[in-house]
């Protein structure tokens, strides 16, 4: 116990610090590890959760992830688009129910048809209570002109994930004309514009090594990053890499999602850091493990249930047969029943951010 308590005093965590907690497995180390990041948490951004809600709106993508579920070469999948007052009618219900802040998220898709439906879908969506809905974009690679313009149409928040710090590994998980440099490029084009950046990665991947974990959380800290989406590797069996998956260990892959966000938490203190459905998909209460870990988002599905089972990165995603309200209710008792509150109608912007411009200034 004395080894994670001298670790987790010191002010800055070495890489032998963060291989040590990659690594442990004593459960009563583990959770003081957690508790400690839960401590962070509460001192830096409150016992506060903020809900985003879903709109998983396109499955269509032009790239092939060797990991993804939608990738263009899963035959075995119907693709869909949302039409725009479908979007708009779910965007409105979270207006309704104080959910304060929207995602829009979908396949990657770059041509100037897509670029212009999610430009006039985001007016639209802002004039809905007078700008009250603050939106987070995740919507892949992009072209810094097609950033710019959907900035100056409302959205204020992007979620590009890298997946993973490591070239090699990374080459490892996409075809070889994904590549790896351009997507840094993103998140520096992104900042640059002025959107809040998130980005995460998968923990837990095969061929991943302790190391390019630690990598991981160094390039949270070095590029400043505003919120964090990240969460364990899950398969989906119809993708080249699940089939290279021998022993697929859900408690592990469940620990090392919580070891992840515990270690961002007290390395980053006041970003972001969301709860992500992956960590469900492995424990009924994988969430709330996630907010006692250090979590302060949750990213509530709000697309039409008639989609959700197209929309499977991984499987075994849950929440696929619940109506929106009933989500709402549920993640609301998830909250409240380990002590923390829901930030209705609030944004929910990372104090980090603010720290960050205002440094800049
Ligand atoms: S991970 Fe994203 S970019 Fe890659 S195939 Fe899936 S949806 Fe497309």
């Known amino acids: ?46 016992k506060k959760v903020y ?23 899963n035959s075995n999948m119907d693709r869909y688009t949302m039409d725009e007052k479908e979007i708009i009618e779910a965007a409105q219900w979270a207006y309704e129910n104080e959910y304060g802040s929207l995602v829009l998220q979908s396949g990657e898709r770059t041509d100037n048809e897509y670029v212009e439906f999610v430009e006039e879908l985001l007016k639209k969506i802002k004039s809905i209570g007078d700008g009250a809905l603050g939106i987070t974009l995740s919507l892949g690679e992009q072209s810094y002109d097609t950033y710019r313009r959907w900035y100056e149409a409302g959205a204020h928040r992007y979620l590009l994930r890298i997946e993973t710090s490591s070239k090699r590994l990374y080459e ?26 998130g980005t995460g990665v998968m923990i837990g991947l095969p061929y991943q090594k302790v190391g390019n974990m630690v990598d991981d959380v160094e390039f949270y800290r070095k590029f400043n990053i505003d919120m964090v989406g990240m969460g364990p590797y899950l398969k989906h069996m119809d993708t080249p890499l699940a089939k290279k998956v021998i022993n697929f260990d859900e408690k592990k892959q469940l620990q090392l999602g919580l070891k ?35 979590a302060n988002v949750v990213m509530p599905n709000i697309t039409d249930k008639k989609y959700r089972e197209y929309y499977k990165l991984y499987e075994n995603k849950p929440c696929i047969d619940e109506e929106s309200k009933e989500c709402r209710s549920c993640l609301k008792k998830r909250v409240e029943s380990i002590g923390e509150k829901v930030g209705f109608n609030e944004w929910g912007d990372s104090p980090h951010y603010f720290k960050r411009i205002s440094q800049k200034e």
């Open 172 to 197: 490892k998980l996409h075809p070889s004309n994904h590549n790896f440099k351009s997507r840094f490029q993103c998140l520096q084009n992104l900042r640059e514009i002025g959107y809040q950046v």
């Open 51 to 73: 809900f985003r809600g879903i709109v998983e709106f396109s499955n269509i993508c032009e790239k092939d992830c060797y990991y993804c579920g939608i990738r263009k070469s």
């Open 260 to 294: 992840i966000i515990a270690l961002t938490r007290i390395v980053m203190k006041d970003i972001n850091i969301a709860a992500t459905t992956a960590l469900q998909a492995l424990n009924p209460v994988g969430r709330e493990l996630g907010l006692k870990a250090g």
């Open 1 to 46: 116990m004395n080894k994670i308590k001298n670790i987790l005093n010191k002010n800055n965590l070495s890489r032998e610090d963060m291989k040590y907690i990659f690594k442990l497995e004593d459960k009563n180390q583990l959770q003081y590890l957690y508790d400690y990041a839960y401590q962070i948490k509460e001192k830096y951004v409150d």
